[in-house]
């Protein structure tokens, strides 16, 4: 089932691509959720770029959208890490995610979950890049086998924050989500209208 999805997606992918020359965009504007107290967040990944959500590291290798003749879609290669309990990392995600259709191709993971809203371009915290060598190591990692049962406990996403942006709009998670530190900065939203409410 799993490969049947890859597949799809590449196809479709391909498909845009045989169309029209996508346009390259220099950050990936994404959702990920908490599964657990069912919380979800806006982040902004930059291409060739990483950024933590809760024990995910998310990576994004490329973003492409369709010109404005085109049916509106998004394209983004992604490499998503999970560090567990055990003190090791794997890759859990790798792969063309589609905003257009986000279950093509998703994340399977039994906490979080994260998916592709659209490709933007935004001013790009240097940061936040990784070396040729940074993105070659987090290539290297061994794949999660999730039928089998890899060390995951609510508890040690206490100790990691999504990601912290210095900006005085910040938002912080009420009691309900104290397992997971969230900080987000509204400047990184390109239409917030585009997110759901999230608290009750």
Not at 21 to 38: C, F, L, R, S, Y
Not at 121 to 126: E, G, I, R, S, T
Request: negative net charge.
């Amino acid at each position: 089932m799993k490969i049947n999805k890859l597949l799809i997606g590449g196809l479709l992918v391909w498909s845009s691509l045989a169309q029209a020359e996508n346009i390259t965009k220099n950050t990936a504007q994404m959702q990920a959720m908490d599964k657990i107290t069912g919380r979800v967040s806006m982040i902004n990944v930059p291409v060739g770029g990483m950024v933590k959500f809760g024990t995910f590291s998310i990576v994004v290798r490329d973003c492409q959208t369709r010109p404005a003749e085109e049916a509106p879609d998004n394209f983004a290669f992604v490499d998503i890490s999970d560090n567990t309990l055990d003190g090791k990392e794997y890759n859990v995600f790798k792969g063309w995610m589609i905003s257009s259709s986000p279950a093509t191709n998703a994340v399977e993971h039994p906490i979080y979950d994260a998916w592709l809203i659209k490709c933007i371009d935004k001013k790009v915290d240097k940061s936040l890049l990784l070396s040729e060598a940074e993105l070659a190591k987090h290539d290297s990692l061994p794949k999660s086998d999730l039928n089998e049962k890899t060390p995951h406990n609510k508890e040690n996403t206490k100790q990691i924050n999504v990601m912290e942006y210095e900006n005085e709009n910040t938002e912080m998670g009420d009691s309900a989500s104290q397992n997971m530190v969230f900080e987000m900065d509204e400047e990184n939203i390109e239409n917030p209208e585009d997110i759901s409410e999230t608290n009750d």
